[in-house]
């Protein structure tokens, strides 16, 4: 609900969402499509699996992203400690901020 929520928001400032994706297989599958996306937002636990292979396939892609999370630093696998986080709750505007770093 949360993630449709942030959807429609991401959608009223002119955006083109392919997701939200509630699972890292439903993720990957978005992202076997062309073109990939200019920039994505990933929860770093989508329904109990951590989503690293999301994040490595965005990484492979090129694709800059942000960790939307609870999630503090130091439980961020340190492969991934330049990635750009956005603290939950998430709105547009910190993941705007988490974006331009």
Known sequence: MLAADLRDQLEREGAEVLGP?????????????????????????????????????????????????????AAIPSAYAAVPRAEKPVSVRNLRLAAQG
Do not use: C, H, K
Not at 30 to 36: I, K, M, R, Y
Not at 49 to 71: I, N, S
């Open 21 to 73: 994706a509630p699972s890292v297989a439903r993720a990957l599958l978005l992202l076997a499509n062309d073109p990939p996306p200019s920039m994505a937002f990933l929860d770093i636990n989508l329904q109990g699996e951590m989503a690293w292979p999301v994040a490595d396939r965005l990484r492979e892609l090129g694709v800059p992203f942000v960790f939307a999370t609870g999630y503090e630093a």
